[in-house]
Structures are given as C-alpha cells and as structure tokens.
C-alpha cells in the first residue's frame, strides 16, 4: 500500500458526461500527479500540482481539468466524455518538486459507453 | 526531447535464473532514470532511480540496474527470479529543463517467471 488514495475504483459513465476523480496524497507528499494508462497510449503524464499551484502540464486535453485543494487533495475533472478516454487514471504523490520518486494510487477505472 | 525505450515487449525466464530487462534512453544532458513495476490491477511501485554517483543502483526486492552513459542504457537486472516476479515493468526518465518532476514512461516490459 503506497499510502496514495483514490476514489472510485470503477466508474462507468456514457458519453458526453462529467466525472470527478478524487486523490489523496500520501501524508506530507506536497506533489501530486496525475496519469493516463491506456493499451494505446500506455502510460502518459497528464498534470502536476505541488502545494497548491500547477507545476507541470502534460498531454491533457482542454476537455480535462484539475486542481489541488489547500488539504493538498486533488480532483481530475473530465467532461464530455468520449470513448476514447476509457482507461485507467493514476493518481501519484511525491515528497517535493525536484528529483523525488514517485508513489502511486490504486487507479480509477473509467469506462464510457 | 526526453524519450526512453523498452525494446522486449515480454521477457520469459525460469525460476532462479538471473533477468535482465532492458532499457535505453535519449536525452540531452545528465538523465535522471527509474523503475517502476505494476502487478496486475495495481498501481506502480517504485523499484530504483539513478540521478548520480555509482552505475550500479540497488533498489527494492532485490533488483538493481546498471547505468551506462556510453550504451545510453538502464537495465534492471536480478540474480535470481521469483515467481512473484512477474509484473509489468516500466523504465522513466524526468524531463529536464522543464518545472515540475515530469516523468516520461516507456512502453512496459512484461516479465514472465516460470516455475
């Protein structure tokens, strides 16, 4: 267990919709980052937050958004779904911003139908 | 741009023997090189990183990899395999002269220990 929350474990959703994933940082991680795993893509960055602030932007589309609250959770927004964007997303934490290892969450698996 | 390829898509190896699973890097400047491993409905578990110092990483579970700056290359390597070896490994470089601790992932290299 990486100490790394996220909630839901599975979420099934059509298209066109909104959904919200939630992360919890390991206890004092201050970085929080998220993922997409996908069998196409594999797996891609798609954002960094580090207390608060946007720290690093990956392959995230306009469609996507997140932020970091002052508790240093995070949301992954989504909306308009597309089937294209059924996979699965990783949350991760690290201590800082610099040359840390990185702990990840058990995953949200998002299927769109 | 920082890139890193796992060239086997699946490695097979019997119980006991040594692995090997490679991993080569592009990069300019000094990389920053990881590993991870996922086993199956999991997240990824950090095994090892190399920033600087010793070529020789040791890292969780008994594996290590080896860095070499001529190869361009970051192998994970284990003495002796264990069933409970076979996962998915991931090899990772930071991004640099970006902010933020960006992780670039290769492919995934699937590792398979036979009893």
Known sequence: DSGVTQTPKHLITATGQRVTLRCSPRSGDLSVYWYQQSLDQGLQFLIQYYNGEERAKGNILERFSAQQFPDLHSELNLSSLELGDSALYFCASSVGDGLYEQYFGPGTRLTVT | ?115
């Open chain 2, 1 to 115: 741009a920082q890139s890193v390829a796992q060239p086997e898509d699946q490695v097979n190896v019997a119980e006991g023997n040594p692995l090997t699973v490679k991993c080569t890097y592009s990069v300019s400047g000094n990389p920053y090189l990881f590993w991870y491993v996922q086993y199956p409905n999991r997240g990824l578990q950090f095994l090892l990183k190399y920033i600087t110092g010793d070529n020789l990483v040791k890292g969780s579970y008994g594996f290590e990899a080896e860095f070499n700056k001529s190869q361009t290359s970051f192998h994970l390597k284990k003495p002796s395999a264990l069933v409970s070896d076979s996962a998915l490994y991931f090899c990772a470089v930071r991004v640099l002269r970006e902010y933020g601790n960006k992780l670039v992932f290769g492919a995934g290299t699937i590792l398979r220990v036979k009893s």
